[in-house]
């Protein structure tokens, strides 16, 4: 069959650089799931990169990177600007080659990934509030020391390292015929996109690649619709780890030509992913990790066949789990919250404890105050936080206190 020729590393490059990093990659598991092969009416598998070295793929790129320097470019040492899982690849690769590696992280950088780059070996700065600002000095410090810089996925061995998880899902998935990637600047989609276009065109078939950004940062749909690399203004978003303002050159000309579909995804529709991994698979991913499962559990993903779904990352801060597990109940419906006006007279609290138990729901947290805006001068307002078990769970507690001549208003 004809090569199919695409921008950037062909498939020679990906086989070199598979036998470059398999030397500290492990090979992930490839996990099934049953609850999103029924959404889907597919079967669906999870290619778990949360359980990779240093808690993301990141660490192929780094090490395929690093690995080709010269040794004149290596004696300098190398540098890179990250908040999380870049960093900790490109300090884990350049300690396992010998290395010295100077990374810039923002002053407000979780501490468990401070801690862990840190650990690797690497010497952290902390500059700036965000990466923009480290990456402006990691490239002076460049200029200046003659470090060689590592971009987190603008380069052509950085897309071959990445790449590699393409080549290692088809020999455990062979009948695959879709793959859903998150997608932040590239990197990763347009190597395993670009390996695994280029492979199946030897073989006489087709494969379908859906990439995933988080509705809040999302360069790519735009960039596609100009047909060149545009800059977008992020907002606020759970999945920082793929919060990027512009694709990367190299990777939007792989990405154009080889990915098929690109879909978004609400910080909401990630924390319900992100709860549904942890409760149905067991498995901790960070909210950038969960957007290929957000997007099936959306609906945006239909006639897919055999579909891996690449959980990229698991390098979450404990305290932010925390938050997102409660958005996550909360998008679900299984955590309510609500405010009630009551009389302020014995017994009324009670009474209200009761009403929620006869409707086999559980009061968490209780907020008791005379001081609420709306409250009249004989009232009090409770807030109330409740576990809940859904949609209709949540209706059938309104309806019950409704029933009772209360008004309750729901906290959203």
Sequence with gaps: ????????????????????????????????????????????????????????????????????????????????????????????????????????????????????????????????????????????????????????????????????LGLEMLDQ??????????????????????????????????????????ENAAPYPVSILNGVSTAIKILPTIADG????????????????????????????????????LERAKLVVEPAGAVAVAAIMTGQVKDAGVTVAILSGGNIDPLVMERVISRGLAASDRYLKLRLMLPDRPGQLARIAELISEANANVVEVLHTRHGRNALISDVEIELSIETRGPEHVQRVLGHLIEAGYEPRVDF
């Design 173 to 214: 998935v062979p009948d695959l015929q879709t793959v859903i990637v998150p997608i932040g600047g590239g990197g990763l989609i347009s190597g395993v996109a670009s390996a695994l276009k280029q492979k199946f065109a030897l073989q006489g078939r087709s494969v379908r690649i859906i990439g995933v950004q988080a």
């Design 242 to 277: 793929i919060a990027v303002n512009k694709p990367g050159i190299l990777n939007f000309e792989i990405i154009k030509d080889a990915v098929d579909e690109i879909v978004t995804v609400t910080d909401d529709d990630i924390a319900r992913a992100m709860l549904v991994l």
């Design 1 to 164: 069959m004809p090569e199919l020729t695409l921008a950037g590393p062909s498939l020679a490059d990906f086989e070199s650089a598979r036998s470059v990093v398999s030397r500290v990659a492990e090979i992930t598991p490839m996990e099934s799931s049953r609850f999103l092969g029924e959404l889907l009416g597919s079967p669906v598998y999870l290619k778990c990169e949360n359980l990779q070295r240093t808690g993301s793929y990141k660490i192929r790129g780094a090490y395929n990177r690093i690995s080709r320097l010269t040794d004149e470019e290596k004696s300098h040492g190398v540098v890179a600007a990250s908040a999380g899982n870049h960093a900790q690849g490109v300090a884990f690769a350049a300690r396992e080659l010998g290395i010295s590696a100077t990374i810039f992280m923002p002053v407000g950088v979780a501490l468990p990934k401070l801690q862990a780059t840190r650990n690797y070996g690497a010497e952290v700065v902390l500059r700036g509030h965000a990466v923009d600002e480290a990456l402006r000095t990691a490239a002076e410090f460049a200029a200046n020391t003659g470090a060689v810089f590592i971009p987190p996925f603008d380069h052509p061995d950085v897309v071959a390292g990445q790449g590699t």
